[in-house]
């Protein structure tokens, strides 16, 4: 490819998100190469990683508009932005990985581009929501994307709570900070053997996938520090194995001669059930 990139007609007036490699340079689409070549107005969320892309395509910025929108300053910019877009001409988009808008910026200028009626395209491409789907092997047919996890207190047990009794594949975002405590707290919510998958550095030199079970996830990654970029993908949740009647007769016999922490691990771990849930339960039959 020449130093020029590539040619194409006058792109239309819009603001154009682009998806671009999440690891490998070559994973850009031909329609975004085309796209950075021609656009107006050049906006990143990193202009430098932006600028090293296009370096590495053959694309030169020729003296155009290249302006950093990120997730301190995206309120600031966005007039900028739509000014230019008011005045007819092209604004490109791009994250610093990935597809805008997801775990990554560009949410508040395209709610702002649709309000004032102007045109709002994607050029879509990678995506390590859609990568790391496509290479665990979990249901594929119905999924939810539910990006990183609050960071601490009461929001981040509500949410495990929650995605723990969604019947699709769950697909999170985590740390690797914190990958082992949500493999921990995730045993207060889930089934041990609830089928989960981890990808590590998706299309990178270093990309790992690990499967299996949350207890085999867990006892595989005790006392391994991770680095680079993770998703965790859940599997559905189960049909309930145990009936209300069936857990309660269970708790009833083990609190006769066990306290109330160890008879709801016994009855969790008996009845493949989330140890918060069977502790909750086995709480309220002992204090009736």
Same mark, same amino acid.
């Given at each position: 490819?020449?130093?020029?990139?590539?040619?194409?007609?006058?792109?239309?007036?819009?603001?154009?998100?682009?998806?671009?490699?999440?690891?490998?340079?070559?994973?850009?689409?031909?329609?975004?190469?085309?796209?950075?070549?021609?656009?107006?107005?050049?906006?990143?969320?990193?202009?430098?990683?932006?600028?090293?892309?296009?370096?590495?395509?053959?694309?030169?910025?020729?003296?155009?508009?290249?302006?950093?929108?990120?997730?301190?300053?995206?309120?600031?910019?966005?007039?900028?932005?739509?000014?230019?877009?008011?005045?007819?001409?092209?604004?490109? %988009?791009?994250?610093?990985?990935?597809?805008?808008?997801?775990?990554?910026?560009?949410?508040?200028?395209?709610?702002?581009?649709?309000?004032?009626?102007?045109?709002?395209?994607?050029?879509?491409?990678?995506?390590?929501?859609?990568?790391?789907?496509?290479?665990?092997?979990?249901?594929?047919?119905?999924?939810?994307?539910?990006?990183?996890?609050?960071?601490?207190?009461?929001?981040?047990?509500?949410?495990?709570?929650?995605?723990?009794?969604?019947?699709?594949?769950?697909?999170? %975002?985590?740390?690797?900070?914190?990958?082992?405590?949500?493999?921990?707290?995730?045993?207060?919510?889930?089934?041990?053997?609830?089928?989960?998958?981890?990808?590590?550095?998706?299309?990178?030199?270093?990309?790992?996938?690990?499967?299996?079970?949350?207890?085999?996830?867990?006892?595989?990654?005790?006392?391994?520090?991770?680095?680079?970029?993770?998703?965790?993908?859940?599997?559905?949740?189960?049909?309930?194995?145990?009936?209300?009647?069936?857990?309660?007769?269970?708790?009833?016999?083990?609190?006769?001669?066990?306290?109330?922490?160890?008879?709801?691990?016994?009855?969790?771990?008996?009845?493949?059930?989330?140890?918060?849930?069977? %502790?909750?339960?086995?709480?309220?039959?002992?204090?009736?």
């Amino acid at each position: 490819m020449s130093g020029t990139g590539p040619i194409i007609g006058k792109l239309e007036p819009a603001l154009h998100l682009v998806a671009t490699p999440i690891g490998a340079a070559r994973d850009i689409t031909l329609r975004a190469l085309d796209i950075l070549a021609s656009a107006d107005v050049l906006a990143a969320e990193d202009t430098r990683t932006l600028r090293h892309l296009m370096e590495i395509h053959g694309i030169a910025v020729n003296g155009r508009p290249l302006i950093a929108c990120h997730d301190h300053n995206e309120g600031q910019v966005s007039p900028r932005i739509l000014a230019a877009l008011r005045e007819g001409k092209s604004v490109a %988009y791009a994250s610093e990985a990935g597809t805008p808008l997801v775990s990554d910026p560009g949410f508040q200028l395209a709610r702002a581009v649709l309000s004032e009626g102007l045109t709002l395209r994607a050029a879509p491409g990678p995506s390590a929501v859609l990568a790391a789907l496509t290479v665990a092997g979990l249901p594929s047919d119905r999924f939810l994307f539910a990006g990183f996890p609050p960071a601490s207190g009461g929001a981040r047990q509500s949410f495990l709570e929650g995605i723990a009794r969604v019947t699709a594949t769950v697909i999170l %975002y985590e740390s690797p900070k914190r990958i082992h405590r949500l493999l921990d707290e995730l045993g207060n919510h889930l089934e041990e053997t609830r089928p989960m998958v981890l990808c590590r550095e998706l299309t990178k030199r270093f990309e790992e996938t690990l499967r299996g079970s949350l207890a085999d996830l867990r006892d595989s990654l005790a006392g391994r520090e991770l680095r680079g970029e993770l998703v965790v993908l859940i599997d559905r949740a189960p049909d309930q194995a145990a009936g209300e009647a069936d857990l309660d007769a269970a708790l009833r016999r083990a609190l006769r001669d066990h306290r109330v922490k160890e008879a709801a691990a016994m009855v969790a771990e008996a009845l493949n059930l989330p140890r918060r849930d069977v %502790y909750q339960r086995a709480l309220r039959l002992s204090e009736e």
